[in-house]
């Protein structure tokens, strides 16, 4: 049984994708469960995060976002049987890859996918669904009538918070970086209900930031947003206005309201002392998104495995819908090889029955 791994170089920055050969143990302890993968989501592999967790191995599995069918049970599971359907995340230290024929798991990561909800569906969302609950609900404490904005809303992680606060009734504003990206925001539609647009205005910044503060401002009548979530945020000026490639932090404090949350996901955000005084003056909040707290911490397990059946009820109802690219398993490689330069983006591998 082969399976996917990243390996580091020694100096410690290149990573390189090297198939490995696997094998099973014989026999399953008490709480792991034996599946058969199905699909497999990929993305990027956060080096810095495993690091200051303590993980630091020769290989690491990649493709932890899984969806398959239980072959095997050990002798104290409660929670599933063989040949029902599951999805789960498979923890950081996990020995097996997702891109294995067969993995073993305990059933505590592990919830039933429902009949009729595509493979390549949740494998594409769950990952980025974790982190959108976990910002809004968690971080945020979202409730309906607030107005959001969104950064870089046609990123995988951006498109599942656009949905789950349209769904719970706030106003949202976005960003493009591309004219595709433009179009395609605008043209976000419920599945099912009245057809309004998911997004209140998409605001382009492709051709450089100035417009993001005046546009955030005339949509919500000077008062600034109530939540802010961003995917990375510049901490200086870039020289040139062409290298634009995000927003800079005094804008999202600019566009914060009285009282408003910012939920960044740059891990080495500093605020200077006067960005500090601007937020005590607004009495606004920041905080960090680290999607991976769930499956590090067994503090609140119960309530990240409710979180993960939220999100399967939600995808099977057409609530969320991602946007991924699929790629057949010969070319998880290069799929993996493409996200380590593009995290933003979402590739599935869909096991045929050849693999």
């Known amino acids: 049984m082969k399976g996917l791994y990243c390996r580091v170089n020694e100096r410690d920055v290149e990573l390189q994708f090297v198939i490995k050969e696997m094998s099973l143990p014989e026999a399953l302890s008490c709480h792991q469960v034996r599946i058969e993968v199905k699909a497999c989501g990929l993305s990027s592999v956060d080096l810095q995060l495993l690091r200051e967790m303590k993980i630091q191995k020769e290989l690491i599995s990649v493709g932890r976002e899984v969806v398959g069918v239980v072959k095997q049970v050990g002798s104290k599971v409660s929670l599933f049987q063989p040949e029902e359907e599951v999805v789960g995340i498979l923890p950081l230290d996990c020995p097996f890859s997702g891109l294995c024929g067969f993995i073993d798991i305990d059933e ?100 450089g930031p100035s417009e993001l503060v005046p546009a955030v401002l005339e949509e919500t009548g000077g008062l600034g947003v109530d939540i802010v979530i961003d995917s990375g945020v510049r901490l200086h000026e870039e020289e040139e206005p062409e290298l634009y490639t995000g927003p800079h932090k005094h804008d999202l404090i600019d566009v914060l309201a009285v009282g408003g949350r910012w939920v960044t996901s740059h891990p080495h955000l500093q605020l200077d002392p006067p960005d500090c005084s601007y937020l005590h003056l607004k009495s606004a909040s920041l905080s960090f998104l680290n999607p991976e707290v769930w499956t590090t911490s067994s503090a609140q397990h119960g309530r990240y495995l409710h979180i993960l059946k939220d999100i399967v009820d939600k995808l099977s109802s057409g609530v969320l819908r991602p946007r991924p690219e699929e790629f057949p398993l010969y070319e998880a490689t290069v799929a993996m090889e493409t996200l380590q330069r593009h995290p933003k983006k979402k590739a599935v591998v869909k096991f045929s029955a050849e693999d």
């Open 108 to 207: 505590q990561y592990l919830v039933h996918k429902p009949v009729q909800l595509s493979c390549v569906t949740v494998a594409a969302a769950l990952r980025d669904a974790v982190g959108a609950y976990t910002a809004l609900h968690t971080l945020a404490h979202m409730t309906a009538w607030q107005s959001v904005l969104v950064v870089d809303g046609a990123s995988s992680f951006g498109l599942m918070c656009i949905q789950l606060a349209w769904y719970h009734g706030l106003k949202v504003l976005t960003t493009s970086y591309s004219p595709q990206d433009h179009t395609f925001l605008e043209q976000l539609r419920p599945t099912v209900g009245v057809q309004d647009p998911l997004v209140a205005r998409v605001i382009p910044v492709y051709k």
